[in-house]
């Protein structure tokens, strides 16, 4: 049965791989790399009639295979590609592709044979690579050290992305952001609320709040108003580990209002004190669950002190006791 595209006269994936496959196998022949933007445009048009594809196959009840086998096409073009001499340069292009083949069918495990082909191979330069492949490349290889929670290196790959990206593409430079503000606010660095407007990211304002605030309820509101935004995106889990911040953040609110009311006793805070401020908050805990909850931010270094046991008092160092994070993540 005909699909819409081939009965239009655009031929289907299958006819425009074959297409692809002839057109490949005579550009391994050609020693300079002149016909790049043609090999470019194919392998985009293959991923493209590929996703509509899928999309009508679902629709009729029938299991969607065809962006899979584009994905293996474009692997074989990576590898005509990725050789010495000039034709490399637009190896890049077709990792991004791959790339969004592998993003949209799940198997984001699968950019890791191509990352290494492109981070360890001698035959690459990554300056030599064109700036828009290079920004799509960070940004997806960022967005993959977010899921690995190598915040760090999620931040360089990802600011690198935003810092290159062409300036007057405004939903690029959202994208990326998406996932870079989780990552910042990882490592403790908080965005201005203005650029949240610009960029209509404001589903992380609320949690930006609670972080300044140390308001545990807020984030936990504003974690289950945009839980479904957030999954789908990836980021939930990132955004659910910042109440180690939130959580340090509050008792660095209680020492200060005790240093102004009490200067001698202001690095002695009383647990029960943090669990009738977390009632108040609408938190229920008892001492010993605050109590772990402190052993853990000391644990992490976010706040230096120690326990009181028979009194069930936290003792803040009296010298630095809310350490900077200086990037690092919680």
């Known amino acids: 049965t005909p699909t819409p595209s081939a009965a239009s006269g655009t031929p289907t994936p299958p006819s425009r791989r074959l297409l692809g496959s002839a057109f490949l196998q005579e550009f391994r022949n050609w020693e300079t790399p002149w016909a790049m933007e043609a090999m470019h445009m194919v392998a985009l048009e293959i991923r493209l009639l590929a996703e509509k594809a899928d999309r009508e196959l679902v629709m009729s009840g029938k299991n969607p295979d065809k962006l899979q086998a584009a994905g293996s096409f474009l692997m074989k073009v990576f590898g005509a590609l990725a050789v010495k001499g000039p034709k490399r340069v637009g190896a890049l292009y077709v990792t991004c592709q791959l790339f969004k ?26 300056e030599d690579f064109p700036v828009k492949d290079k920004v799509t490349y960070m940004y997806y290889t960022g967005r993959l050290e ?88 990836g980021v939930y889990l990132v955004l659910e580990k910042l109440e ?69 008092v936290l003792v803040l160092s009296k010298q630095d006791p809310f350490p900077k994070l200086n990037g690092k993540p919680v």
């Open 244 to 312: 180690l911040q939130v959580y340090r953040r509050l008792v660095k609110k209680i020492h200060i209002i005790q240093r102004e009311k009490e200067p001698s006793k202001a690095h002695q805070i009383k647990l029960e004190v943090l669990v009738k401020t977390l009632q108040w908050l609408g938190i229920t805990m008892d001492v010993d669950e605050v109590e772990c909850i402190m052993a853990c931010l000391i644990y992490k270094n976010l706040i230096k002190g120690y326990f009181a046991h028979k009194s069930k």
């Open 101 to 126: 083949i592998y993003f949209r069918l799940g198997t984001v495990n699968l950019c890791r044979s191509v990352i290494r082909s492109i981070e360890t191979a001698r035959n690459f330069d990554f």
């Open 146 to 233: 977010v899921f690995n929670e190598n915040f760090l290196v999620a931040d360089q790959k990802l600011t690198y992305a935003l810092m290159h990206c062409n300036p007057q593409s405004e939903s690029n430079l959202r994208k990326i952001l998406k996932f870079l503000i989780p990552v910042k606010l990882s490592i403790g660095v908080l965005p201005r609320r203005t650029l949240l407007e610009k960029y209509n990211l404001l589903e992380y304002a609320d949690i930006v709040t609670s972080l300044r605030r140390g308001d545990l309820r807020l984030l936990k509101q504003a974690l289950d108003r945009h839980e479904d935004q957030l999954l789908k995106c």
